[in-house]
């Protein structure tokens, strides 16, 4: 009976402490992205690319329309700007969503680098990616076993 009473306990004070620690409900369909309306955010595509821009519209299928876009480029710790302008994204390509902080962004150490050398390092990077990719195929093929050449989702 005490270690009822003491799970009971435990588990209603846990349930306490979510409720009193949440800002109202949490939603997790489209209407949960009120709160980030007017707001700088960053989405990450199936595709991989990486959009930032101020939200300002979406609807009942998550499509979003992103204000002052622009295409952020990683390569190791340099990254390049592209500026895109009014972008709009259909929402089944939506991998990633989050709200930007700003002072975080300026504290990072990372470097920002033309938009020409990250192209160039971005080529660099996918060649070499293409090449120990085939390189590791070959050996397992060598080793008998079955290569998947699907390299993405996208259909």
Do not use: W
């Amino acid at each position: 009976m005490t270690f009822f009473f003491l799970y009971f306990f435990t588990f209603c004070s846990f349930q306490l402490f979510i409720m009193e620690n949440t800002n109202g409900p949490f939603y997790t369909t489209s209407s949960g992205l009120i709160d980030s309306v007017d707001k700088k955010l960053m989405v990450v595509l199936r595709d991989g690319r990486k959009l930032i821009g101020t939200l300002r519209s979406f609807d009942q299928f998550a499509n979003l329309v992103l204000q002052d876009t622009i295409e952020r480029i990683y390569v190791g710790n340099c990254y390049g700007d592209i500026p895109r302008g009014i972008f709009l994204i259909r929402g089944e390509n939506v991998v990633l969503l989050g709200e930007i902080d700003i002072e975080k962004e300026l504290r990072t150490n990372l470097r920002e680098v033309p938009v020409e050398d990250i192209l160039v390092a971005q080529r660099e990077e996918m060649e070499l990616k293409q090449r120990l990719e085939k390189i590791r195929s070959r050996v397992l093929h060598d080793q008998g076993f079955c290569v998947d050449n699907a390299q993405n989702d996208l259909y």
